[in-house]
């Protein structure tokens, strides 16, 4: 696998990949690898005649400044797992690198990211959005990917990224992936390598309470299917809901009534400790209403 630390050879490697018409699937990702990133990279390795990862812990993503500090970072072991997946490269470049101008002087375009990337992340975290955005389509731009992958876990980042692409005219096509669990139903994430032995036992009552919440949300209102998540998971020691939406899947607006929308998601951050989790799940799919 190839390691690639400077704009100037991912320039020149995706200039030999296109030269030959090889497809490149990228897999873009913040680093501290786990078995759900693992899954996107084979997925891209399936799909394509090279799969490309990048690694890098992007700074303009994060509004709070102890968050990014506290990131996990774990370089050479994820190096030895995109090479156990068949990566064929992996671009690793420093802040600098991305910054040559320094984090605040160096110039950052506004996208047009659509309403969706201002509801729930996008108002809880002011700025992220661009943020995201910013690095996105400057992998984008230099990967000339193919395919895209992302994973569901990060619902609303996957539609923001989609306004991007649209807006931008980028030629890709952004593929979504299931969210890869934990035997308990915690959804993999490099945050979870945070989390207190304690708080990691009582972690995945998230998703056990978004689950059972299906079979309610049959015979309860939205409105009530809200509440009864949120004090479920309120009242486990450790957990608090920052916020939790059920809305369009298309829109990421807000519902107020099943029948408003043939898919309908609930998306949810909750604090456990001082560890932010995210997570999410369908409660009507389009398939379901045809």
Sequence with gaps: ????????????YVASLRADNRSIGLVPTMGALH?????????????NDSALVSLFVNPVQFNNPADLESYPRSEEQDFKLLAEAGAAAV????????????????PRKSFDLGQAAEVMEGKMRPGHFQGVAF??????????????????????QIAVIRNMVRSEGIDVEIVPCPIL????????????????????EVAPEIHRALADSIEYSLTHSVRATHDSVVERIDAVPHLKVEYFEIV????????????????VVGCITVYCGDVRLIDNIAYRKPQESA
């Design 1 to 12: 696998m190839l390691i690639i630390r400077t704009i100037a050879d991912l320039s020149s």
């Design 35 to 47: 078995d759900g990133h693992i899954s996107l990279v084979k997925r891209a390795v399936a799909d």
């Design 91 to 106: 671009f690793a470049p420093s802040v600098e690198e991305i910054f040559p101008e320094g984090l605040d002087a160096s």
């Design 135 to 156: 690095i996105v389509e400057k992998l984008f731009r230099l990967c000339l990917p193919t395919r895209a992958y992302f994973g569901e876990k990060d619902f609303q």
């Design 181 to 200: 669990r934990a035997d308990d139903g915690l959804a993999l994430s490099s945050r979870n390598a945070l989390l207190s032995p304690e708080q990691r």
């Design 248 to 263: 369009d899947g298309r829109t990421l607006l807000p519902v107020d009534e099943w029948e408003e929308s043939p898919w």
